[in-house]
C-alpha cells in the first residue's frame, strides 16, 4: 500500500498547472457513449476515478482509444450491454451516471446501486425521481437499479434537494426524451454548465444551465464532436490553501477564477493576498492568517469539497473559528487525525469549533476520503517534522500527480510504499 512521507515546514513557492475537473470529467465520459459517433476528449484528469470509468464503459462494448496522458477517444457505436459490472461501481459511485446515459440512448439501464461512502450515506433518490417523472419504470432488485421506457416524454421536475448529480444523470436522460424536460431547483456547479456544453456539443439543446431552472429540448440522436474539459475548481483550491497553510506564495495556474470566488473571499477575509488574472490565481501568505466562520453550500457558495482543506488552515490561524458543513453528514471523521498533530477542534454535529494553534507537529495519520486525504498533506506540508500519510488510494482517486506538483513548489514529499522506504526518507533527503 502506498504512503505519502512529508517533511514539512518549507513554504510553498512558484507555479502549479491545473489538470481537467475530475467531476465534469466523469459524467462526460458517461455522456460520450450516448453519441454513434467518434468524440474526443481534451483535458482529462489522469486520476483513477476517470480510469475505472474507462475501462468500464470499455467492459459495455464501447470503443476507448487513449490518444494520450490527457487525451481520449470515445465510440459508443459498439455498446452491446445496458449492464454494468458492480466491480467497477465498487470503485466510484459516479458511475452512477450511466444510468442517464444508457437510458437517455437505449430506454434501458441496468446499474447496481453504489453504496454508501467514508462521508455518509449518500441517497440518489432524486436521481430514480427523475426517471419515473420521464416515464420509466424504476425498480431495485438484487443490488441493481433497472430502468426501462418504451420512451421518455419530458416533464417538469422539481428537486427535493439541490443535487449535482441528480442534476446531471436528470439532464442526460432528458436531453434523448420526446419534448421539453426543466429541472427546477438544479444544482448550478460549474461542472453541471460543463457537461450541459458538451451535451450540446454533441447536438443536445440545453440551455440555463448554471442556474436553478435548466430547460431541455429532447432530440433524437447526438453527433461526434472534440471537447475540453474545464479546470479543477477543487484541485485548484487545494493548492491555494496548501499556499495558505505554509505562508507560502504561489500562482495557480490553467483555472477559472470566477469559479474560485468563496475561496478567495474566505482567503482574503483571513488575511492572505488573492491576485486573480486571466487563467490563473496568485495567493501569498505573508503572516499569521486569522479566524472565520465558514459554512459549506452548493454552488456558488463555499465547495463542501473543500471543506477539510479549510479547517487545516484554520487550525493553524489565530483564534476561534467555526465551520459548519451543511451537505454531508459525515465530513468530520478526518478531525480526530489531525487532533494527533495537536489541532484543537471540537467536532458537534455537523459543526467544527477549531481554536487556532500557532503550528501543527508531524505524525502518522491515515486519510480517511478523498478530500480529508488533501487535507492531512496540508496538515503535514505545515507541520515541523516527518508526517506519514497512509491510505493515500483516496487521494489518487482525485488528484492528478499530488506529490509531484508539490514537489514542484518546494514541498519535500515522496510516495513510498514500505517502512524500509519511510524510514530512509526519515533520515535522509527526497530522492
Ligand atoms: C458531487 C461531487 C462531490 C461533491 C458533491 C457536492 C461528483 C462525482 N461528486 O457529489 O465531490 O461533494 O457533488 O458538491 O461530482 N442527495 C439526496 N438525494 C439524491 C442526491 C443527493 O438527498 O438523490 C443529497 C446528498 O446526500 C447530499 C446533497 O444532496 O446531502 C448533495 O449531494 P449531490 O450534490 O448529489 O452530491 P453528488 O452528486 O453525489
Given at each position: ?19 481537467g ?23 482529462l ?57 444508457l ?75 420526446v ?46 464532436c ?50 486573480e ?20 453550500q452548493?454552488?456558488?457558495?463555499f ?38 498533530m ?8 455537523h ?11 508531524s ?15 496540508i ?53
Amino acid at each position: 500500500m502506498n504512503q505519502y512521507v512529508i517533511r514539512g515546514g518549507n513554504p510553498l513557492a512558484g507555479e502549479v498547472e491545473i489538470a481537467g475537473a475530475k467531476n465534469a470529467a466523469l459524467p462526460i465520459i458517461s455522456a460520450a457513449i450516448m453519441a454513434d459517433q467518434c468524440v474526443t476528449l481534451e483535458n482529462l484528469p489522469d486520476v483513477n476515478d476517470v480510469n475505472v470509468l474507462l475501462e468500464s464503459i470499455a467492459g459495455i462494448g464501447a470503443h476507448v482509444d487513449r490518444i494520450d496522458r490527457h487525451t481520449v477517444k470515445i465510440n459508443g457505436s459498439t455498446i452491446h450491454d445496458c449492464c454494468v459490472e458492480y466491480e467497477y461501481i465498487k470503485k466510484i459511485r459516479a458511475s452512477y451516471y450511466l444510468l442517464g446515459a444508457l437510458l437517455g440512448k437505449y430506454n434501458s439501464a441496468n446499474v447496481p446501486l453504489p453504496g454508501g461512502c467514508n462521508i455518509g450515506s449518500r441517497p440518489i433518490d432524486q436521481h430514480l425521481k427523475g426517471f419515473r417523472a420521464l416515464g420509466c419504470d424504476v425498480k431495485i432488485e438484487h443490488g441493481t437499479i433497472m430502468a426501462s421506457c418504451d420512451y421518455m416524454r419530458g416533464t417538469s421536475i422539481f428537486l427535493d434537494k439541490v443535487s449535482v448529480g441528480a442534476t446531471i444523470n436528470i439532464m442526460m436522460a432528458a436531453s434523448r426524451a420526446v419534448g421539453r424536460t426543466t429541472i427546477e431547483n438544479a444544482a448550478k456547479e460549474p461542472h453541471v454548465v460543463d457537461v450541459a456544453n458538451f451535451l450540446n456539443s454533441m447536438g443536445a439543446d440545453i440551455r440555463g444551465a448554471g442556474t436553478s431552472r435548466i430547460k431541455i429540448n429532447g432530440v433524437t440522436s447526438f453527433h461526434g464532436c472534440s471537447y475540453t474539459i474545464v479546470p479543477d475548481m477543487i484541485e485548484a483550491g487545494t493548492f491555494m490553501m496548501a499556499a495558505a497553510a505554509t505562508k507560502g506564495d504561489i500562482i495557480v495556474k490553467n483555472v477559472i477564477p470566477k469559479h474560485l470566488e468563496a475561496i478567495s473571499a474566505k482567503l482574503l477575509e483571513i488575511g492572505c493576498e488573492v491576485e486573480e488574472f486571466d487563467a490563473s490565481v496568485r495567493v501569498v501568505a505573508a503572516r499569521r492568517l486569522q479566524r472565520t466562520h465558514v459554512t459549506t453550500q452548493p454552488y456558488p457558495g463555499f465547495p463542501t469539497d473543500m471543506q477539510p482543506q479549510m479547517t487545516v488552515v484554520l487550525a493553524l490561524a489565530q483564534g476561534t473559528s467555526i465551520v459548519t458543513e451543511s451537505i454531508f453528514e459525515n465530513r468530520f471523521k478526518y478531525v480526530d487525525e489531525l487532533a494527533r498533530m495537536g489541532a484543537n477542534i471540537k467536532v458537534d454535529s455537523h459543526t467544527a469549533i477549531i481554536d487556532g494553534v500557532p503550528s501543527l507537529t508531524s505524525a502518522r495519520v491515515s486519510s480517511p476520503d478523498l478530500r480529508a486525504g488533501a487535507a492531512l498533506v496540508i496538515a503535514g506540508l505545515s507541520a515541523e517534522g516527518v508526517t506519514v500519510i497512509d491510505d493515500i488510494v483516496y487521494i489518487l482517486r482525485g488528484y492528478e500527480d499530488f506529490d509531484g506538483k508539490l514537489r514542484s513548489l518546494g514541498a519535500e514529499i515522496k510516495t513510498v510504499s514500505s517502512e524500509r522506504e519511510v524510514e530512509k526518507f526519515r533520515l535522509g533527503g527526497v530522492s
